[in-house]
Structures are given as structure tokens and as C-alpha cells.
């Protein structure tokens, strides 16, 4: 499947529409394979997970949680003044550190000959694409990498609402936000707000948060999210958002009375952005969600048109964007083998506070697969907050296939779960099983040594 570059057929081996994380990487790695490559993007150069997703939300975590720990410090022995929080500071902080990424991925693409168009494109032919200027390119193989935007739902007066592309911009922090969802967004953005000292309300449709989560860490999240503040209704919907006079909305949910909030945050889910890119005009096939279809080389039904990342809405998440961009790139350009991206047991994180972490299956899940199932749990008390007097319990989990102890799945919420879950995710993956983690000596005194000490 190599390259013909020496074809001037086409004006580029590979046109990748999107510069997002799968974009960018395949791109670069298929110019390094020695094609001729042009990506186009219409916002910014680094998609969701940089510009407007995981590295911001990352940040505001780490600025939220320092509330916790200004407080813990003092039964530490520190003292500290007046405590103030200035939203401004963190957010233009945050947002010149994007632009920052955002100069190296661009840096990345063209120290590699990507030649970068700053525009919408659009496929107006099988190989051909014309760009918002006007200009019409040619390519011999098309990447389709242009994302997910947040999904928002239709009530009256829905458009009054943000979602969290707007939320790292605020001007001002809400006294009270309502949120709408209970999945990834909903949970993270409540944390984060909850810390900065707003009034966070969690509305969900249904009774369950993070449903694809173990039921025992997702317990835990709600009863530690209720514990800082958090309220939540379940079972409700939105009836109306009607802006007030003074500022802020008046909201009505399906179970109460009108009230009023400063904000209300749409956070129910992501939809492939594949309106307007001509997908029909190459005969490019759609699921049900808008979604393109492709099969594991991440190959559409059109032999060479190919979509890698949550355009595909195959696993939504940075990582396995940037493993389908790098599999398309070795499998088209590259001199080896086509390379498959292997969607099984990919670990996870919610930056809650405190974060969950997943890999494998749930209990319920594995019940169902595997009939018979050992399930060891730890839950207990970290030792940081045990001194700071903090009443926080963490939870790890690990499921294990009964008849052969292999460990099918580890699940957790402590504080740094998504840093533990990363090294524990290679065992699980590997096929590991309860005896190899037991012959494991314990690194003391640390929370991840429960992970070796479960009986
Ligand atoms: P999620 O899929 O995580 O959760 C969606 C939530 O919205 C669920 O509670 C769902 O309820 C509810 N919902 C879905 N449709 C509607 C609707 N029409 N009206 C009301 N509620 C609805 O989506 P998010 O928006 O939180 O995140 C989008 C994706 O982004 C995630 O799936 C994830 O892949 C990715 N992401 C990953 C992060 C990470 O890795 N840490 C962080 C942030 C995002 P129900 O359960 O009943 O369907």
C-alpha cells in the first residue's frame, strides 16, 4: 500500500481534513514515510483534546484542587494568609499555555513539509477538495479527521446555554451553574467549579452517572461529589431557559418549580462533525449518528478515503485518535505490514474530584461474559487525607475471571487513579492474573501498593 509520490496525478498523496490529535499524527508520520501531505483546519491547529478539551480541562483541575489542599495544609502545620482565588489569572494562564501547544503542533506539521491550510475544506469530488478560499486541490488518498462537537439538546432556549468549548473563556465565574449530563463533562466541569466555590447543580436524564463505569466507583463519586456540595437531580429534563433581566436564566426542569441560575452547561454528549464535508459527493457512508463508518484500517467503504478519531465514534478519546492516526499512516505509507488499532481493554480516566480510572470490564459486565468471577476490593482511607482530618474514602477494584484468575478488569477512585491505572493497565492488558499482582512486592507506604495487597 505505499506511496506513489512520484506520480504527479494528484497534487498531494494525502489530504487530512482536521488538525486535531489523529489528524496531526498521521499527517506527520505519513510526510515522514515520504508523502506529500496538506492538512486543513478551520479553528485551530491541535482540535478538541489541545485547543478546547483534555490539556485546558486538565489545568483547571490542577487549579481547582489547590482549594483542597489550602485547606488540608493547615493541619499540616502551614499557615497561610488570606486565601483568594482570581478566575482571570488561571484562565488567560491556562489559554496562553494552549496557544503555546498549539505553536508546537504546528511546528511538528511543518519541520515535516505538512503544508498547512488555515480554511474549511471540503470534498467536492472523489480526490478532490476545495478550501474555503476557493482553491481546488487534488489528493490521492483523503483523511477525514475532523472531530466531534458538543451535542445540544432541544429545549426552548437551549442556544442560552454553553457548552464546554465556552467554558474556559468565561468572563466571570457563576454563583450557581446548572449542569445537564452525567457523563465525562458533566462530572469533571462539576468538580471544577464546586472547588472555585460555585453553587453546582448536576442534572441528569437518566439515574445513572458515568454509566459505563463500575456501579461501586460511580457510587463513590456521587456520595463524595454530595459530600463537597454537589446537588444532583436524576430523572429530570429541561423544559425551558429563559434569560433574565437582571442576568442569569430562569430554568425550568421537568420535576420542579422554575428557578434561577447564572449559567446553565450542556454536557450530553458529542456528534460527529461530518454535516458539509461533501462525504456524499465521494459516497462516503454514514451510521446512524452522523458517524463515518470504517472498517479496522479505519478504511470508509471508499478505497481511499480513510477517518481516524471521534469522527468515526468508535472509543471518543485522545489517545486512540492518535493510535488510529499513526495505524493509518504505517498502513497507507508505511513499507510494513497494515497495522489495525486494537480497540480492547483501553484504560480511562474522569478527572473528577476525586478521578475514577478504568480498565477492562465492570463486575456486572464480566458476570455476564464469564458466568463465574472473583471480585477484591480495598476501600479505604488514603493516608494524606486520614491526617488532613479529610473524610474521603478510595475504592480499588479488581475483577478476576474465576476459573483462571486472569484479572478482566481494575477499577479505582483515589486521588492520582489515572496515574496508578496507567501502569496497572499494561498488567491487564498483558493477561496478568491475581498471583503474578500478589508476587509483586508492595511499594510502602503508597496508595497504588493496594493493588498488590488485595485479598
Ligand atoms: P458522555 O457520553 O460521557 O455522557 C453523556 C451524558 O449525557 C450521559 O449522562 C447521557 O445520559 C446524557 N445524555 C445523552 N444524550 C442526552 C440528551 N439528549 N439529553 C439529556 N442527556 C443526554 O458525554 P460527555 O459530553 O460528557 O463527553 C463526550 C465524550 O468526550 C465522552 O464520551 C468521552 O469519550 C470524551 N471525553 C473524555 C474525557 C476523558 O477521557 N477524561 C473527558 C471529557 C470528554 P445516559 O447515560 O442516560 O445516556
Known sequence: MAA??????????????????????????????????????????????????????????????????????????????ERKFDWKTLRDNVLDDVTRIEGAYTDTLENHDVTIFKERAEITGPHEI????????????????????????????????????????????????????????????????????????????????????????RDRLLQISTMKGIKFRFNTT???????????????????DEEKADLVM????RVPNTKGLGLENAGVELGEAGEIKVDRFSKTNVDHIYAVGDV?????????????GQAFADTVFGKGDP????????????????????????????????????????????????????????LIKMICDGENGKIVG?????PEAPEMMQAAAIAVKAGLTKADFDATVAIHPTMAEEIVLMR
Open 4 to 81: 506513489n509520490s512520484e506520480t504527479n496525478e494528484y497534487d498531494y498523496d494525502l489530504f487530512t481534513i482536521g488538525a486535531g490529535s489523529g489528524g496531526v499524527r498521521a499527517s506527520r508520520v505519513s510526510a515522514a514515510h515520504g508523502a506529500k501531505v496538506a492538512i486543513a483546519e478551520e479553528h485551530r491547529v491541535g482540535g478538541t483534546c489541545v485547543i478546547r478539551g483534555c490539556v485546558p480541562k486538565k489545568m483547571l483541575v490542577y487549579g481547582a484542587h489547590f482549594a483542597e489542599d489550602l485547606e488540608d495544609c493547615q493541619r499540616f502545620g502551614w499557615e497561610i494568609g
Open 410 to 414: 481494575i477499577h479505582m477512585i483515589a
Open 312 to 324: 468515526t465514534d468508535r472509543v471518543q478519546l485522545t489517545p486512540v485518535a492518535i493510535r488510529e
Open 339 to 394: 497495522v489495525a488499532v486494537d480497540h480492547s481493554c483501553i484504560p480511562s480516566a474522569v478527572f473528577s474530584h476525586p478521578p475514577i480510572a478504568a480498565v477492562g470490564m465492570t463486575e456486572g459486565e464480566a458476570k455476564n461474559k464469564l458466568g463465574s468471577v472473583k471480585v477484591y476490593l480495598s476501600d479505604f482511607r488514603p493516608m494524606k487525607n486520614v491526617l488532613a482530618g479529610r473524610n474521603e474514602r478510595s
Open 130 to 217: 476545495t478550501l474555503a478560499s476557493g482553491k481546488t486541490v487534488t489528493a490521492k488518498h483523503i483523511l477525514i479527521a475532523t472531530g466531534a462537537h458538543p451535542r445540544m439538546p432541544e429545549c426552548q432556549g437551549a442556544e442560552h446555554a454553553i457548552s464546554s468549548n465556552e467554558a474556559f473563556h468565561l468572563d466571570e465565574l457563576p454563583k450557581k451553574i446548572i449542569i445537564a449530563g452525567g457523563g465525562y463533562i458533566a462530572n469533571e466541569f462539576a468538580g471544577i467549579f464546586n472547588e472555585f466555590g460555585c453553587d453546582v447543580h448536576i442534572v441528569n436524564r437518566g439515574e445513572v452517572l458515568l454509566r459505563q463505569y463500575d456501579e461501586a466507583v
Open 238 to 256: 429541561f423544559e425551558y431557559i429563559k434569560p433574565c433581566d437582571e442576568g442569569g436564566y430562569f430554568v425550568k426542569l421537568s420535576d420542579c
Open 266 to 269: 450542556f454536557a450530553v454528549g
